[in-house]
């Protein structure tokens, strides 16, 4: 925190009245560990749980620089892999089957796209052939912040090409991301837009997290995670993301179904 | 199938969306933070469209711009639409896709263009250069109406922009704009005279440099309307709007009046033009094809000389030259090239707009005073888009039921009544909301008052002008009609449009009604007496509708004038009775009607004869009262709000420039006389100062007209009655009560919320269709309701709820808006923790309930700790005593703990079964896993999966079965369900026993060989719920 007061007094005056997008995304990754920082981290280990309304569920999600990604839950002594990402294929546990089913290609394809975009996809943003640009100064939630919107490389949505745009809410008084939202591109929330708020910013090794997010749809339900522990550059392998081969289940005796598949 | 639905659905919902990495003054919109409102909707009935645009290449892409609803767009051919204007005015005159990158660039055209006495205005032209996400205001504030725009295809920074401008007064700001440079400058490149407008504004798509305008000459005041004039006309530019040309050759000599114009996009020298002429044998359907220099008359059904203000739209099939749609009562289609005319197919009356999809001219959308309809058949049979919800009511009412109803009339769809809370959730198709069955219908036509009496089974609903004013019956399903009618002696009753009526706060079967007088009744509109003299200005020269339209003569009675238009009695005292006609009086009287003044003239800086549209009789004060002026109909905008003491003696003004448009409306809060809330024509704004300062709130609140709020005086619910977005209510507005100055200066304040009750949900509902809008239920869980000066970013938060006991019961999430936050909690304890095995016991995911109590909150802030306290009750209406409550948790937590340990006992055989196996190999040791897997066979599932190829249910999930039946119920457990206890829990004493047995084997082994496991103890085994 003291770190973070020292460098606003350095950064914000930088800005006057008119900041580049630039200076924002800058002072974004500057006020929250430097960008130098940023660079050297190799992944996150993130644990914590999910909290809708008091009811709980602990997760863990590991997300690293390669594009590499998991996301573990925990329920009734199970763990369950979520959105697991090896580099090539993505795939989660079926609630019904609890076995690993693959995710559809475009899926896929898509979240392959992100595998540059670690810690995320405003870091070095220009490398990227990205683009962002000022929106201008628009309150969130009451509180004054720079709109920013950031476009990535187009995503394939039921075969078609679709821009993939993003909007981040940056503080204008501390540099952090207050929240960002995107279009929902496929399923019953399609046209929507989905929101994560971001709060709770804590220090973990000299970084910057948000260990509060909420995320949900704009004005719709929504639900937070609350993150109780960051470990930098974790030590995983690649088994930890490798989809499992289906183990034949020993056949059961014939049973007749109570529960009816109508 | 069933019971698997919610837990697995809150599984799922972790999974639908990617994991991604100053001070509080008056001023500020900051104060209202996160309070919500929801938008109830309905659909059903949906509202009136405006324009209706397609991409001109992308087939499932559907943009509907509403007269008073917004911008709403489908990405799937018109199935489903989502809203995305919802930031700036609601009323739209047109909306336009950019031809060269569609995907990114649209134009909105606001301001409603089908002129009738309702529209409002709009704020200009805006542009999105992202899809629209965003949008930017381009100009032309002034414009009132837009019709159209225009693009280049071949040079999308020329843009033209019809706009058809002010309706109620003259104005230079119309006629046809230009733009080269994307919108940031404007030319007016044709303009006619300030009474003169744009009608209609098409380019030809082959040739961009020619276009034709169609000047309409029209004036509505608030008791007349006129279309027509010698400056009305039809022109054509070939210099991209250097130069125009009148193109009149076969057109009739003498005035004309509104002109709806298409071009044939296959075939661009034909054109079609709907006149409105002087003869009546001259109207109707003009074609062209030599691009307008010659014009034949083909037609002049009722279809196509049907009133012209209001449906002079006319479509050419993109592929067909000779296939053409026009706007109209029914709207009709022709297939000869105008010669004849069929009606579309059946839907609700009243065509604005038609569009033909590019790729299938058969697929085509039609937009009606009642929606948006689709098409498959080329028109001949259509189906209403049941989810969007642009209803537009004139006027909200409610009854004190629980949940209450909302009651209201709309702009031709009649009246209705529905439930504001509606049960369901526990089945897809069934989710928990107001579904579109839930309405009834109480009306036909304009509705507009419509009031439920407080006792008896009785609705009061008024349809346009009073032609009736109906006394329902909902138990005996019978209508009277109960409007006051001219007895001998009676002058003509003027009613108006939206005729004033009102009930009465001392006497529930007190009915008031305004014509030019006030009529009482005391015997629910049985009989009635005048209590007034004529309470108007009685200008007989504003008293001639026979002869208002114009060329086309129209007289709906939607201009009769001289009216009383709002009446209040004092809630305070019935003698007290209050009076504003639409003429610009307000009346009051302090003896029951005897004695009347009229006290506006002590009203400073009101213009004469501005339309009185709403008195608000204080619940404070006897001789207060607030009264709201709408100078819309002259051409003003101004809020008017004014506020007297003294029974109308004198005046203040309380309305300043923070509402950029005029008033309807407005409701002071029964508790804090300094809070009040303005229903304005760009949506709700609040002052907690008795009106020094207004703020806009923003939250689910459009810049909507808002013609009606009211307040609940069980819920504090405020209650808007939108024109355009149906109904929304902003519930529970108590926090804004306790809004101080000194509240605003604390870094955190927690507000007093009313005690939450435990109410019985069966999760039971009716049932809606995948697509229908189903409107939000209220929050009724426990709510956590405070004020933070600043937004929280950086440092820990943490929400804890105890109970009187001390023990943590919840652990929540802290809001961290800036202003008012609201967490709730859903007053549910952690489920208990489960005995592992292969798959889920569902039922295990269910949480008992925390019993009523007080509980202390405690949010922590970085260092700062912060308490208050919350309480939960019981419902007063529950047939169950308190000894049945105790039963039920009692059980219910005896359930819970034999739940956990049964986990623990599971556990400590997968540990003890797990050491082992680390052990030689031997025959005791294999034999004792094997008598320890055995027995955990007999505790929980160990195969199968969590659908149909679930293996038959063992202890734990038998426990859950019944754990999760008693813990949902409200009644005390049953006879069965307590004989099924001792049931389970035999069986469970009896595999404890048989692990006892098991443990001492297994212990001696482990022991012996130095390999004891180290098992958690039982205490911190739980307190980890999963």
């Known amino acids: 925190m003291k770190r973070i007061l020292f460098l606003l007094v350095l950064v914000v005056p930088v800005f006057g009245q008119e900041p580049s997008v630039d200076d924002i995304v800058n002072t974004y990754f500057e006020n929250t560990g430097g960008v130098a920082a940023w660079s050297k981290l190799n992944g996150i280990k993130m644990t914590g749980e999910f909290n809708q309304g008091g009811m709980k569920l602990p997760f863990e999600v590991v997300q690293m620089k390669d594009g590499k990604t998991y996301t573990k839950l925990s329920a009734q002594g199970k763990e369950l892999r979520q959105n697991v990402f090896d580099g090539e294929t993505m795939w989660s546990t079926n609630f019904m089957t609890m076995k690993p089913e693959k995710a559809d290609a475009e899926a896929t394809a898509n979240q392959k796209l992100d595998s540059n975009d670690f810690p995320e996809a405003l870091f070095d943003y220009k490398k990227k052939k990205y683009t962002a640009e000022l929106l201008g100064k628009e309150d969130f939630e009451g509180t004054q912040c720079y709109k920013v919107k950031l476009v990535q490389e187009p995503i394939t949505v039921d075969g078609a090409q679709v821009e993939n745009i993003s909007i981040s809410y940056f503080d204008v008084e501390t540099g952090v991301r207050l929240a960002q939202e995107s279009e929902v591109h496929q399923g019953p929330a399609k046209g929507q837009t989905q929101q994560v708020k971001f709060s709770d910013f804590q220090e973990v090794d000299g970084l910057y997290f948000p260990f509060s997010l909420t995320q949900g749809l704009k004005g719709g339900p929504s639900g937070t995670i609350t993150i109780t522990k960051i470990e930098l550059n974790p030590d995983v392998t690649s088994a930890d993301f490798a989809m499992p081969a289906v183990e034949p289940e020993p056949a059961p005796a014939a049973q007749e179904s109570q529960q009816g598949g109508n | 199938m069933s019971t698997f639905a919610r837990p697995l659905w809150m599984l799922l919902f972790l999974f639908a969306l990617p994991v991604l990495g100053g001070d509080g003054d008056l001023e500020s919109e900051a104060l209202f933070g996160a309070l919500r409102a929801r938008q109830i909707g309905p659909a059903l009935m949906s509202g009136r469209i405006n324009d209706l645009e397609l991409h001109p290449t992308d087939a499932r892409v559907v ?763 859903q007053g549910l304890l952690q489920p208990p923790k489960i005995a592992k095995g292969k798959t889920f016991a569902i039922s295990g995911f269910e949480a008992p309930r925390a019993p009523a109590g007080t509980y202390r909150v405690e949010f922590t802030k970085g260092k700062d700790v912060f308490e208050s306290t919350i309480e939960i009750v019981n419902d007063p209406n529950s047939p169950y005593s308190d000894a049945d409550r105790q039963a039920l948790q009692k059980t219910t937590m005896e359930l819970y703990r034999m739940t956990e340990d049964l986990a623990y006992l599971v556990y400590q055989i997968d540990s003890y079964s797990e050491a082992l196996s680390g052990l030689e190999a031997t025959k005791k040791t294999q034999k004792l896993r094997q008598e320890l897997e055995q027995l955990k066979g007999t505790l929980v599932i160990t195969t199968g999966d969590n659908y149909v190829g679930a293996a038959d249910p063992q202890l734990r999930e038998d426990l859950a079965d019944l754990f999760g039946k008693v813990v949902q119920g409200f009644a005390p457990p049953s006879v069965p369900e307590l004989a099924n206890q001792n049931e389970v829990e035999g069986r469970f004493q009896a595999a404890q026993k048989s692990f006892s047995t098991l443990q001492k084997q297994a212990i001696a082994l482990l022991e012996k060989a130095g390999k004891m496991p180290e098992l958690q103890p039982y205490d911190l085994f739980v307190k980890t719920k999963n």
């Not at chain 2, 029209?218 to 010698?230: E, H, L, N, P």
């Not at chain 2, 009339?409 to 069934?430: E, H, M, R, V």
């Not at chain 2, 001998?488 to 305004?514: C, E, Q, T």
């Not at chain 2, 501005?610 to 709408?630: L, P």
Request: proline share 5%; with cysteine; hydrophobic share 35%.
């Open chain 2, 63 to 825: 943009y509907v711009g509403a007269a008073g609803g917004g911008v709403w767009r489908s990405r799937d051919g018109g199935a489903s639409f989502r809203p995305i204007f919802d930031k700036h005015v609601q009323s739209i005159g047109t909306v336009a896709v950019d031809p060269v990158n569609p995907d990114q660039i649209l134009w909105v055209g606001t301001g409603e263009t089908w002129t009738r006495n309702s529209v409002t205005t709009g704020d200009g032209i805006f542009k999105s250069t992202d899809g629209g996400s965003t949008w930017k205001l381009m100009g032309l504030e002034k414009s009132e109406r837009i019709g159209s725009i225009e693009i280049n295809p071949q040079n999308n920074n020329e843009v033209f922009v019809g706009v058809l401008g002010a309706l109620w007064s003259d104005s230079p700001d119309r006629g046809v704009y230009k733009t080269n440079d994307g919108g940031a400058t404007w030319t007016q490149v044709l303009y006619q005279a300030p009474d003169t407008g744009c009608a209609d504004l098409v380019m030809d798509p082959n040739n961009p440099q020619v276009l034709y305008a169609s000047m309409w000459q029209f004036r509505r005041t608030a008791w007349s309307f006129s279309s027509g004039g010698a400056k009305s006309g039809l022109y054509k530019t070939t210099d991209a709007g250097k130069t125009w040309q009148k193109i009149h050759n076969g057109f009739p000599s003498g005035k004309l009046g509104r002109i709806g114009l298409a071009i044939a996009p296959s075939q661009t020298q034909t054109l079609y033009a709907v006149l409105e002429t002087e003869k009546e044998q001259d109207r109707g359907l003009y074609r062209s094809d030599d691009g307008g220099a010659n014009w034949q008359h083909l037609n002049g059904d009722f279809g196509l000389v049907v009133r012209p203000f209001y449906f002079s739209r006319l479509v050419v099939d993109p592929k067909n030259p000779d296939i053409i749609a026009k706007g109209g009562l029914n709207g009709s289609i022709s297939r000869d090239g105008g010669k004849s005319f069929r009606n579309l197919g059946e839907m609700h009356s009243d065509i604005h707009d038609i569009v033909f999809s590019n790729d299938n001219s058969d697929r085509l959308y039609v937009a009606t005073d009642g929606g948006l309809y689709r098409s498959w058949d080329g028109g001949n049979s259509l189906e209403i888009v049941e989810n969007l919800p642009l209803s537009q009511f004139y006027h909200v009412s409610f009854d004190l039921a629980e949940p209450y109803n909302v009651y209201g009339g709309l702009q031709d769809n009649g009246s209705w009544y529905g439930p504001t809370a509606s049960p369901g959730g526990k089945f897809p198709n069934s989710p928990p909301g107001i579904k579109a069955r839930d309405w009834q219908r109480i009306g036909v036509g304009d509705g507009f008052r419509v009031y439920p009496h407080l006792t008896k089974p009785l609705i009061y609903s008024e349809m346009q002008g009073a032609e009736n004013v109906w006394r329902f019956n909902k138990e005996r399903d019978e209508l009277k009609t109960i409007q006051p009618l001219p007895e001998p002696g009676d002058p003509k009753l003027r009613f108006n449009w939206n005729a004033a009526m009102a009930m009465s706060p001392h006497k529930v079967d007190r009915i008031y009604i305004g014509s030019q007088f006030l009529h009482r009744s005391d015997d629910t509109g049985d009989t009635w007496v005048k209590l007034s003299p004529d309470l108007t200005r009685n200008d007989k020269n504003k008293q001639n509708q026979s002869d208002s339209g114009g060329l086309s003569k129209d007289n709906s009675g939607a201009e009769t004038y001289g009216t009383i238009f709002t009446i209040a009695e004092s809630p305070l005292d019935e003698s007290v009775i209050w009076v504003g006609t639409d003429d610009g009086n307000v009346q009051v009287t302090r003896d029951g009607g005897k004695k009347w003044t009229n006290v506006v003239a002590n009203i400073a800086g009101l213009p004469s004869e501005t339309w009185c549209y709403h008195i608000e009789a204080s619940a404070h004060e006897k001789g207060r009262a607030y009264a709201v002026f709408d100078g819309h109909s002259r051409g003003d905008f101004a809020p008017y709000i004014f506020r007297t003491d003294d029974f109308g003696a004198s005046w203040r003004a309380i309305a300043n420039q923070s509402i950029p448009n005029f008033v309807r409306c407005l409701q002071e809060d029964t508790v804090n006389p300094d809070l009040l809330f303005a229903g304005t024509e760009r949506g709700l704004f609040i002052t907690i100062d008795g009106g020094l300062n207004w703020n806009a709130f923003t939250n689910n609140v459009p810049p909507v007209a808002i013609h009606a709020v009211e307040l609940h005086p069980k819920t504090h619910d405020l209650i808007m009655a939108t024109h355009g977005r149906g109904i929304i209510i902003l519930d529970d507005i108590s926090p804004l009560r306790q809004m101080t100055p000194e509240v605003l200066a604390e870094e955190v304040h927690f507000f007093k919320t009313s005690p939450a009750v435990i109410r019985s949900e069966s999760g039971f509902g009716g049932y809606s269709t995948e697509l229908e809008f189903v409107g939000p239920n209220p929050d009724r869980h426990v709510r956590i309701v405070y004020y933070l000066k600043k937004r929280h970013v950086f440092g820990k938060t943490e929400l804890k709820i105890f109970n009187e006991q001390g023990d943590l019961v919840a652990e929540l999430t802290a809001g961290k808006a800036k202003g008012i936050n609201v967490v709730t909690w």
